[in-house]
């Protein structure tokens, strides 16, 4: 029981917005390196989709995307563990890591739920619009002919 209200006193909203003395724990260098690390990865998901996906240009799109927001989402992430450990007034709150922390959690529940919900509409249109394009008859150019000043010769 006296664990639970542990818990909860930890993420009462009393203290997340309370202003820090110091930085207490070493989670947060902990936490600086996995976002650390995870914005690394999107950002290279956000610059390069196709090492993951070679052809497809629906899952490229999606690994574009995705990556994009997880890297962007991350590197605030590692500054604001930086800025937690410089013991800035207003920025060292706990409050941005946990926002930071509650928004990748719900891009991977934005995923989640693309994956479930939407995923296969877009992937049947897409897989109708590589049809339509593999099967449209290519227009060839027309031979050009001869100005009428060559044929007269």
Same mark, same amino acid.
């Given at each position: 029981m ?5 818990l ?7 203290h997340i ?6 930085v207490?724990s ?5 936490l600086?390196a996995?976002?650390a690390v #995870?914005?690394i990865?999107?950002?290279?998901l956000?610059?390069r989709?196709?090492? #993951? ?6 899952h ?8 994009g927001?997880?890297?962007w ?18 920025f ?7 926002i930071d922390?509650?928004g990748?959690l719900?891009?991977?529940?934005h #995923?989640?739920?693309?994956r ?5 509409v877009d #992937?049947a249109?897409y897989?109708e619009l590589?049809r339509?394009q593999?099967?449209r008859?290519?227009?060839q150019?027309?031979p050009?002919?001869?100005s009428?000043?060559r044929r007269?010769r």
């Amino acid at each position: 029981m006296e664990f639970l209200t542990d818990l909860l006193a930890l993420i009462s909203l009393g203290h997340i917005l309370e202003d820090p003395t110091r930085v207490e724990s070493p989670a947060y260098i902990y936490l600086g390196a996995v976002l650390a690390v #995870l914005g690394i990865i999107g950002l290279l998901l956000a610059q390069r989709p196709r090492l #993951l996906s070679r052809e497809n240009a629906l899952h490229q799109r999606i690994i574009a995307t995705y990556g994009g927001w997880l890297g962007w989402l991350s590197a605030f992430g590692v500054v604001a563990v930086i800025v937690r450990y410089a013991n800035a007034p207003f920025f060292s709150k706990r409050l941005w890591l946990a926002i930071d922390v509650l928004g990748i959690l719900g891009l991977a529940g934005h #995923l989640a739920w693309y994956r479930v919900k939407r995923y296969q509409v877009d #992937l049947a249109s897409y897989i109708e619009l590589q049809r339509h394009q593999r099967l449209r008859p290519v227009v060839q150019p027309r031979p050009r002919r001869a100005s009428a000043a060559r044929r007269r010769r």
